[in-house]
């Protein structure tokens, strides 16, 4: 496929929003072996069974200098003959004699799960001096390299120039590489940012070619204009809208806009992501900040979940799961919760008054979820209009609110009053209470 044509959806279907964990929050370019290993075996034992199925290593898996906050210019990347990156078997001693991720792999895929790569878009600085032979063309990397499409915050990689004839030989050969180690999943970098159509049609032909399904996850997503819809639909999986969420606040709340333009479009043709969830231990060797168990408070974390699940949103979580806290791992096992998240559809947002704002979506056997947060810095107290969620009037029934399986009090209401003021009369009140910075998800079930 010539960049610029358009063609079916190249990439594997997803019939759920993609779910699992990333090293980035915690181990930032410096992962190793042994640590992917022991994330996955707790995923494996703790939360696969919850649909959490994907183990992503994050970004600069070649580099055997890469430390924490930042990059290395000039980084000695490990690369084949023909200027493909192979992990650094210093860190990934079974990638050691060219064997690459196949064994990791293997492992992963033993224990029920799915490998995850990152990858940067382009080809390498190194390729490109040494001039690397591309295989499967008779080019050579400067024959297709473009410089002045570069990465402006990672040194390592430059554009490629897809007008040169042949130029998609580097990737196709790239995507051969990774289907040969048995990888199911690839978070490919500095796509949306400013947008790289041409880069993302011939990423997606790749993959297309290569023989083996995997899902494709395109980052950053700084600035992301919902314009760009139908042809992310038509090359990925999952597409950022938001750059790098951490642990802060700020961060969580500025996402409950984005997920208000873009959740209604989430489906399996394609998954709006809010992040990584930046929740445990996070920050052992990471990007930004020193180890510590997250920032957010026990109410914030509720909201960042409970925002993605019913937005819909791709859940990688980014803490060490050996080294989070119970808690933390009992957020991600709630599985009345992460049924909103696998089966719910027309989530959106129905209401925002600050501090309220509410989100309804149905389910698949008659279910009505509605979520309510409070972004203000008091607790809230307020009555919800049954009608004002899309429920009816009376006969409500029992509502339940997932995150403590606790029923919800509900009273018709004769006549206005101050006890349920904003309720019309002859509706039925919702009474709930809201943290600061807090949420509820609730769960109607039709009589």
Request: with cysteine.
């Amino acid at each position: 496929m010539t960049a610029g044509n358009s063609a079916a959806p190249t990439t594997a279907a997803a019939d759920r929003p993609p779910m699992g964990w990333n090293s980035w929050d915690s181990y930032g370019t410096t992962v190793t072996e042994a640590e992917v290993l022991a994330n996955a075996r707790f995923l494996a034992e703790h939360l696969a069974p919850l649909g959490w199925d994907t183990v992503v290593i994050d970004i600069d898996w070649s580099d055997p200098s890469a430390r924490s906050h930042g990059y290395n210019v000039d980084a000695p990347l490990t690369i084949d003959a023909h200027g493909r990156l192979l992990p650094d078997p210093g860190r990934f001693p079974s990638a050691a004699g060219g064997a690459g991720f196949g064994p990791l792999a293997e492992q992963l895929h033993a224990l029920g799960l799915r490998l995850g790569i990152h990858v940067m878009r382009g080809i390498p600085r190194r390729a490109v001096a040494a001039n690397s032979p591309v295989l499967g063309s008779s080019l050579c990397a400067s024959d297709i390299a473009d410089p002045t499409n570069s990465c402006e915050w990672n040194p390592h990689m430059v554009g490629i120039d897809h007008s040169v004839p042949g130029a998609d030989a580097y990737y196709d050969s790239v995507l051969a590489l990774y289907a040969g180690w048995g990888v199911d999943f690839l978070k490919v970098d500095d796509m949306l940012w400013p947008y790289q159509a041409a880069e993302i049609e011939a990423f997606s032909a790749a993959i297309a070619g290569c023989g083996r399904p995997m899902q494709l996850s395109l980052s950053p997503g700084r600035d992301l204009s919902l314009t760009r819809l139908d042809h992310l639909r038509e090359h990925a999986t999952m597409w950022r809208i938001c750059d790098d969420l951490w642990d802060r606040w700020e961060d969580v709340e500025a996402n409950f806009a984005r997920f208000a333009r873009w959740a209604p479009h989430a489906g399996p043709d394609g998954w709006p992501d809010g992040d990584m969830l930046p929740l445990g231990r996070i920050g052992i060797r990471a990007e930004r900040g020193e180890p510590r168990d997250d920032l957010l408070t026990p109410h914030e974390r509720r909201t960042l979940m409970t925002l993605w699940v019913i937005a819909r949103s791709p859940l990688m979580v980014g803490g060490d799961l050996p080294g989070s806290d119970p808690a933390t791992i009992a957020l991600l096992q709630n599985a009345g919760v992460l049924a909103v998240h696998a089966g719910a559809t027309s989530s959106r947002e129905i209401f925002r008054e600050d501090p309220l704002i509410l989100w309804t979506a149905d389910g698949a056997r008659g279910e009505m979820y509605v979520a309510g947060f409070n972004v203000g810095e008091e607790e809230l107290t307020v009555s919800i209009d049954a009608q004002d969620v899309g429920l009816p009037a009376q006969g409500l029934g029992e509502i339940i609110e997932l995150w403590s399986g606790q029923t919800v009090p509900t009273r018709e209401v004769a006549a206005q009053s101050d006890a349920a003021r904003g309720v019309a009369p002859g509706s039925t009140a919702i009474d709930v209470r809201i943290p600061r910075h807090g949420a509820v998800l609730l769960r109607h079930r039709p009589r």
